[in-house]
C-alpha cells in the first residue's frame, strides 16, 4: 500500500497526458467492494467492465462512488457505444470511459464529440459527475462544462484489422486521450482475415507506432507485472499498463491456496 499522499481522481487526464505511469485493473465483480480495495491499496483507476460482465446502472453508480469514497479514478468500459451509454456513465461519476471495437476516424470522433460539452454534443446534466450543483461555481455553468471537458478521459480500444488498416487515420481525431491495444480480441480479428494479415506482434508495432507517432498515449493490460509481456509493453510505449481483473487475481490466490493447502496436507 501507497503510504504517499493520493492525487486527485480529478486530475487523471492531465496526469496520463504528461505520461506519467499509471496502474489500473478491470473489475467484473458487480458491486462496489473490489473497487474499494484497488482504490485502498493505490491503484491509480478501475474499469469496471461493462462489455464483458453483468453490471447494472445501478451497480455501476454504486463502483464510481466507491471509487471517488477511495480516491481512484473510476471508468467504465461500455457495453455498447453510443451516445447514451456514454453520456449516463460520466453523469454517473466515470472520470471517463472505455469505448470498444474502434475501426475507424468516424467513430473516433462520434466518441470524442459524445463525451465532451464544448465543441461535442454531450447533453447538459449535472448529477454525480456535477457533484449535484456544486461544481456549478463563480464561472457558472459555461465554467463547469469547460471544467468537466477538462477531466474526461476517453480509451478508444484498438482490436480489429479493420482499426490497424486505418490507425493513422483513427489516431488523427482529436479528442481521444489514449488507445488501448486489445491485444486478444485483435489476435482473433487477424486470424479471421481472408488472404495476408500481419502478425499480431506487427499489428501491435504498427498502432504502437502510429499512437506515439500522433503524440498520442499508449495502453494495454497484462496478466502479470512481473511476466514478460508485461516489459514488452513497456517497451513499445505503454504508460498506462493495466493488470488483469479482480476475477483473475481471486483466482490466482484461491489456486495459490490450494497448492499450499496439498502441501501442508500431504506432509
Known sequence: MTSAPRPDPRDFRKRLLAREPLIGSFLKFPGPQATEIFGSIGYDFVMLDEEHSPWTRDQLGMGLL???AYGTAGFVRVSRPDAASILSML???AIGVMVPHVTSAQKAHDIASWARYKGGTRGSGVSRGGDYGGRVGAGG???YYADSDAITTVFAMIEDAEAVEQIDEIVAVDGIDAYFM???DLGLSLSNVQGAAPTLDEAVKK???AVLGAGKILAAVTPNMTSDDAKAMKDVGVT????GSDQGFMRAGALGQLGHFETLMKG
Open 207 to 209: 498502432v504502437a507506432d
Open 141 to 143: 455553468i459555461d465554467g
Open 66 to 68: 466507491a471509487a471517488k
Open 91 to 93: 453523469d454517473d461519476g
Open 182 to 184: 486489445g491485444r486478444g
Open 240 to 243: 498506462v499498463l493495466m493488470v
